[in-house]
Structures are given as C-alpha cells and as structure tokens.
C-alpha cells in the first residue's frame, strides 16, 4: 500500500497567496460588491489599515529605543488594533455602522465618529504631504461597499495574518498585489485606463536611468507603476542613511485625478517600500501652466497621460492660446515640457542643474501625426527640447485596453532638435499581434536595450533630421524606410512557397501524431509520446500563425506590384458617395449598421421600430459599399458592407461609396485604404484640431486620389483576397482541433484503467 507523502511546507508566498485567495472568496459571498472592481478597492483600504499600524508599531518602539515620545498619525480608538486585531471583535450591522457611519458607538463602547469620517477629517490636522494628509485623501473617495458584516469581519481576521513588519512578507505581497492590480484592470474592460505593461515601464525607467538626487514626476500615475519601478531603480543606489533619506523623502511625486487609481497607487508604493507617498490628488492639468516656475520643475518625467479623451474649457484656458486644444494627450504633453527642469536655472535650496530635465513619454500614433494645434506643439517641443529618439511599439502592446498603436517619446530640455532617431520594435517571430494571454515580454527589448548607447542604421532603427520634420508639418509619424525596402525585395512567389511547405508540415504532423495512448499513468513509453504530442502541437500551432502572418505578406506585396505604375483618379469617378435615404415605414423593423474602428469591420447595433427613426434621417446599405464612419475614419474606422450587412440601415455619420464596377473593384478599394498611404489621405481629409472633433468631410473624401490598375488586375488581386480569408477560416477550425488534442489524450489516458 502506498503510504500518503508529507505535505513540504508552505513558503511565504504560499501562504500569502492562500491567504490573499481565502480572502477573495470570502468577498466573492457579499451581495454588495460586483466583481474584482469592487473586491479589490475593499481589500486594498483593509490591508492599508492593517500596514499602517504595523508601522506605526514598529515607529513606537524604535521611540522607546531612543527615549523618546511617539506621536501616533492614527489615535485610539481608530488603530488597528483597538477595533480589528481581536478576531472576536465587533462584527455584523456594529462593524458597519463603526465604519460607515459619521457618528457612531466606538469598538470601546463610546460615542464618536465612525471610522472613515475620522480618517478623512485627518486632512486639516497635518502639514502638505503628510502622512495625515496621504491617509485623508486615501479615504476621500473610499466607500464600504459590502453589506455583510460578519463577511468583512471574516476579511478583517485573515488581513490580521499578514505581518508588514516582516520585510519578507512585504516583498512578497507587493508581487501578490501587483498582481491583482492586472486582474482588476482586465475586469474593469472599457471602464479601465490605458494600464502601462510592465515590460515598457521598466524599459523606459532603465534608458532614462534616474540617479539619487534626481526628482522624479509621474503627473497621471493611475496606480504607481512608473514610481514602484522609478523606486526600486533608485533604491539599488543606496548605500548611506542620508540617501535613504533623500529617497523616501525628496525624490518621487506623482499626481492621480481619478479616487481609486490615488488609492491603489498608495498601497502599491507602501508595499513596494516607500513610507511616505508623495502623492497628490486631483487633476494635473487644473494648474495654470505660465505658473510653474523653476521651484516646481523636475528632473524626470515618466509617464503614460490619458488619451482619448477630452478636457472642458475650464481646463483648455490653463495653456497658452494658440496651444489650447481638448485632447488630453497633447495637454498633458505641453504640460510635461514646462514641468521639465531648465539647466543653470536657479532653484531655492538646491544648486542650479547642470542639465535640462529628461521626460519619457507614452503617445498614441495621433500625436505623432496630428496637425493644427498638435503641430504647434510639436515645434515648440523640437525648437525648445532634443527630441532624441521615438520608439515605435507593435499593435497590441495594451491589449486588451485598446488597439490603438503607442509609441514612446524621449526628449530633454536643451533644445533645438537636430535629428530624430526612430526604433521599431518588431513583433516575435510569427506573432501578428500581442494579446491580454500573450503580452509584450522585457526580453523583447533586448536589442533596443544593447543599441542605445552604440546607435546605427538597421533594419529595426533609422534617422530623420529636425529639418525634414519641420518641412512636412511637423509630421513625426514616420514609417520604417527599411523595412520598406525589405518588403520591396519579397517576391509573391517567395511567400507562396513558405506557405505550401508549412501547410504540407500541418498536415503531416496531424497525419504522423499518436493520440490513441492507453497505457498506465506512470509507463515511461506514455510520458514520452505525451511530450512528443504536445511538442507537435506547438509546432502545428507555430506554423499556423506564420502562414497567416505570410497571407498578410502575400497580399501586401501583391497589392504593391498590382498598383505599381498605375494611374490615380478621385473617389468621385471611381467611387463616388452615394445616399440611399430611407423612407422609414413606423409598423416596420430595421437593422442598424456600425462601423468598428482599426478596421475591424460592420457590425448589427441593434434592430429597431421604424417610430424610433423619426428624428433623424437613415439610410440604406447595400453589399459591397465602401463604408467610411464620418467621426470615426481618422481612428480606421472603414469597412467593406458583407452580404449580411444588405439592407441595413445607418445615419447620416456614415459614408457609403459605391464602385463602379466598369473600372474599380470594391474590395481592391477597401484594401487600398488599409495600407498607410491610404489611410494617410483619409486621415488628411478629416479636418480638426483635437481627435474627437476630427470629421471626414464628404467633398475632400470623393477628392482622395486612389490608384486604378486595369480591371482584371484588381480582380485577380480580390481572389486572392479571398483565397487568404479562406484559408483563416480553415485555420481557426485547425487551430480548435490542435487545442483540444492533448486535453482530450491526457483524459483518456488518466481515465484508463491501470493495468
């Protein structure tokens, strides 16, 4: 008989994980909280609470070490341990009320005021910045949102389990916490922010290589990814008390508008080691730029501002006139140029520096390519700072809060800008895109990393002068010239052979893999063939991915050669707008018809009563439209209508144009505007200062020149075009099978009977 193995002992991170785990499922049991968007907040404000007093204890006895008196931040009965340490403590509708309430029965019996009234009332009692001050602020936008509370008593004794004073424990819940802060973000779906991947965090901390000495500012820090990583940077450094000091102290502030980012960030920084978070809340861009002067400005700025959305005109007023713009990226920009330090500047109670400050800086692909106001920005950026280097990110890197390409801006005060270098990130071999389940990893910046200090020309990096930007509009939205040659030596020949070699390898790794394994659990010969499986699962899996990657390639360099030397003509004759209006029946039902952007195609918005359309106009759609979002093209909003999109209807937003079939072929059209020199013209014909106010205008759209090769050609170029599509069809049912293969060989093996 086999006799029951001993159980090894849980680590600390087991047992934190356990108990962190145990907590959640407690909190997944109340009925108040909806989802880890709720759960999280509420374990964070418990466990922030249970760190402080923790401190607090261990501030109280290095006190007592030095004779000396200890003033608590937190007074009796609000600690800690007066109200949660005892596991039999208060609990149900008394914990709530003690929480909840503005003034309530105390844990020691007496009347007064209810916990968070008392945290947030902390705000007038210290000086700016002050722990009193941090803790105030915490709790200004916290609610108890759980309406059990014998449940949050339960979640109050499994808190009690962690020690913050053991720095062990602490190193491994920032780990832990960090996370849940990804799972949050992931839950929280379009209501979430633009979350930085770690991997990029890191990349542009370690380039931009703060020193000890150094102020560092992240003005929109959502929850403190760029300070937690700024931190541990810095704190490599440290080899004196005084330094320590000057870190913990002087060096990293950051400023957050939204109330739960400002929380999470508090706890992330005092988990990661940072006492005193210098953290102030509201909204950065509510200060009057002209105002900053030297006092207030910085060494290093590193940061992802929030893009997208739109400032009111309160906010607008705050910057210079011919730079006043809605789009919170470009604000938040001219922003981070006025906060960089000036070298030789005075500055009260420090010496001058002796360089300019240093900013690393997230951007959408808009801000590179953005005229009007963001061209007016962008020169004061190129005469007043070394716009050094711009790297360019792959699509996918913040999947799955957006798709929208990013790129990484580094630039000092010092200026003007002589040349501009420019660094593409590749995508890993045989990936077309990253994902929430496959992410952007940090060896991934390997090369860019060994480049940077050795810079030359190759196929990922290359340069452009200030000169050549200034004489384009300040165009800095500048495509791989060497990556375009190397497409330019690709015959389509070339790229059909990879992709019948890789289909005839699928085919016999399907043809030559062993799922019939019947033997016992522990046969040595099972095991094998098990690895050997999964090997050829991978690379079936492998080699799927790269055959797509080539039918993109494929129809890229056919399309090249398809229009090469082929003559432009306007919209207008080719295909011009046309406008079905729709007489709306009030007894009849329609289809209303969307268009996603980053040319993710149609979709049903919803099928309707005909009396709900009598207040606007609709009209019809018919298959093989060309169909453009009038406020959303600038953003690829441009589809091809599919044959179940027939008779849909749309409102006076969309676009339709319609081929003439004697001379263009639609989807040779739809494809030529997915191509950058397409959509640059559609992007040129939305006019506008500020993304949202970008608009397709119909005239400048029938004006776009589009290149017409003879007709069998762009026939010929739409077969293919569809033989590829056919092919990602095939694929994706390939790709269900080969997933489920070893799933499905480990149960029969595990369920047969061992012999």
């Not at 909190?27 to 402080?52: E, H, Q, Y």
């Not at 939204?258 to 080691?273: E, F, I, R, V």
């Amino acid at each position: 008989m086999a006799t029951a193995k001993s159980k090894t002992p849980l680590t600390t991170r087991d047992n934190l994980s356990a108990l962190i785990g145990s907590a959640r499922k407690i909190l997944r049991k109340d009925k108040g909280l909806n989802g880890d968007v709720d759960r999280l907040p509420l374990l964070t404000w418990v466990m922030f609470l249970k760190f402080l007093d923790d401190l607090e204890f261990k501030h109280e006895q290095e006190a007592t070490l030095d004779g000396k008196r200890y003033q608590p931040i937190i007074e009796s009965p609000y600690r800690w341990r007066d109200w949660a340490a005892r596991e039999d403590g208060i609990t149900g509708d008394e914990l709530l009320a003690f929480i909840g309430q503005e003034h309530t029965h105390r844990a020691d019996g007496s009347l007064g005021q209810g916990l968070f009234a008392y945290l947030r009332a902390l705000a007038g009692e210290g000086e700016k910045g002050s722990q009193r001050e941090v803790i105030a602020n915490v709790f200004k936008g916290v609610q108890n949102r759980m309406v059990s509370g014998y449940l949050l008593r339960d979640i109050v004794n499994k808190i009690n389990g962690i020690h913050f004073n053991a720095s062990e424990e602490i190193h491994t819940l920032s780990h832990l916490y960090e996370s849940m802060l990804r799972e949050m973000r992931d839950a929280a779906g379009d209501s979430g922010e633009f979350y930085t991947p770690r991997p990029v965090v890191r990349f542009m901390v370690q380039v931009t290589n703060p020193q000890l000495g150094d102020t560092v500012l992240d003005p929109a820090c959502g929850t403190g990814g760029f300070l937690v990583e700024a931190f541990d940077h810095l704190n490599a450094q440290v080899t004196t008390t005084e330094q320590r000091r000057t870190l913990q102290r002087n060096t990293l502030t950051g400023q957050e508008a939204k109330p739960l980012p400002y929380m999470l960030a508090q706890m992330n920084l005092l988990l990661h080691g940072l006492e005193a978070p210098q953290i102030a809340y509201g909204n950065t861009l509510e200060r009057r730029i002209t105002e900053i002067g030297h006092d207030e400005r910085v060494d290093v700025i590193l940061t992802n501002p929030p893009f997208g959305g739109e400032e009111e005109a309160g906010i607008k007023a705050n910057f210079p006139p011919n730079m006043q713009t809605a789009e919170t990226a470009l604000l938040f920009l001219q922003y981070i140029m006025r906060k960089l330090r000036v070298a030789g500047a005075p500055v009260k109670g420090k010496k001058a520096a002796v360089h300019g400050g240093r900013a690393a800086v997230v951007v959408p692909n808009g801000t590179l390519f953005g005229d009007g106001v963001a061209a007016v920005i962008k020169a004061e950026l190129l005469k007043e700072f070394n716009l050094h280097t711009i790297v360019r990110l792959p699509q996918g890197v913040f999947a799955p809060y957006t798709d929208i390409p990013a790129n990484l801006l580094f630039f000092e005060r010092g200026g003007p800008t002589e040349t501009i270098w420019y660094y593409e990130l590749p995508l890993p071999e045989g990936r077309k895109k990253y994902s929430k389940t496959a992410p952007l990893q940090f060896d991934e910046f390997a090369p860019v990393l060994a480049w940077w200090n050795a810079r030359k020309e190759n196929a990922q990096a290359w340069q452009v002068s200030a000169a050549d930007i200034a004489a384009s509009g300040y165009n800095l939205d500048r495509k791989n010239p060497n990556a375009r040659r190397s497409l330019e030596d690709v015959a389509p020949s070339e790229v059909i052979e990879r992709i019948f070699k890789r289909e005839d390898e699928i085919s016999r790794l399907f043809t030559t893999t062993d799922v019939n394994l019947s033997f016992g659990i522990g046969d040595d010969s099972t095991l094998l063939r098990l690895r050997s499986l999964a090997k050829k699962i991978q690379v079936i899996k492998e080699n799927l991915e790269s055959i797509e990657t080539d039918g993109d390639l494929l129809l890229a360099v056919s399309f090249r050669d398809a229009i090469a030397n082929a003559p432009l003509r306007p919209m207008s004759e080719v295909a011009p707008l046309v406008r079905r209006e729709v007489a709306i029946d009030l007894e009849a039902s329609y289809t209303e018809l969307g268009v996603r952007s980053f040319y993710k195609g149609t979709f049903h918005r919803r099928t309707v009563a005909g009396s709900e359309f009598t207040w606007q106009k609709m009209f019809r759609v018919e298959e093989g439209d060309l169909i453009f979002s009038n406020i959303m093209a600038w953003e690829q909003g441009i589809a091809l209508a599919k044959s179940e999109d027939h008779g849909c209807v749309g409102n006076h937003r969309m676009l339709t144009c319609v081929a003439d079939r004697a001379n263009a072929v639609p989807g040779f059209l739809a494809y030529y505007f997915m191509t950058d020199e397409g959509f640059a013209k559609v992007y040129a014909a939305s006019p506008g200062t500020a993304a949202r106010n970008r608009t397709l205008i119909a005239t400048n759209l029938e004006a776009i020149e589009v290149p017409v090769p003879p007709l069998p050609i762009q026939q010929s170029f739409d077969r293919l075009q569809a033989e590829v599509t056919a092919l990602k069809a095939k694929h994706a049912a390939i790709r269900a099978a080969n997933a489920a293969l070893l799933p499905a060989t480990l149960e029969r093996v595990f369920s047969s009977p061992t012999p």
